[in-house]
Nanobody, 127 residues
């Protein structure tokens, strides 16, 4: 079982920035295929960003496009989500997620869901 651990959340004012991190507990598990999601109270979970690094592929939700950037540090086996120009509507719990097998299950996980989820990190943006 792989555990994902998010960090980097916090409280900022509108227009500020944060950098979220997602690390895997298993040293031999690759975060090559990783998604970031968020969920605000009373709202549905929203896919924020996705990276399939070995395919050179990234995806951003319309609400964050141009403001958020997903990246990976392979040496640290950590995926980052840079949040810039934050807005109050970005306030949510942010989660990273990854498939059981990042080589064979990446496409499947994008369509049907991920096997591994982190515990979440809270982002609060005040106006």
């Amino acid at each position: 079982q792989v555990q994902l651990v998010e960090s980097g959340g916090g409280s900022v004012q509108a227009g500020g920035s944060l950098r979220l991190s997602c690390a895997a507990s298993a040293y031999n598990y690759s975060l090559d295929c990783t998604g970031w999601f968020r969920q605000a109270p009373g709202k549905e979970r929203e896919r924020v960003a996705f990276i399939w690094n070995s395919r050179g592929s990234t995806y951003y939700g319309d609400s964050v496009k141009g403001r958020f950037t997903i990246s990976i540090d392979n040496a640290k086996n950590t995926v980052y989500l840079q949040l810039n120009s934050l807005k109050p509507e970005d306030t949510a719990m942010y989660y990273c997620a990854a498939p059981r097998n990042p080589v064979y299950d990446c496409t499947y996980s994008m369509l049907y869901g991920y096997s591994y989820w982190g515990q979440g990190t809270q982002v609060t943006v005040s106006s």
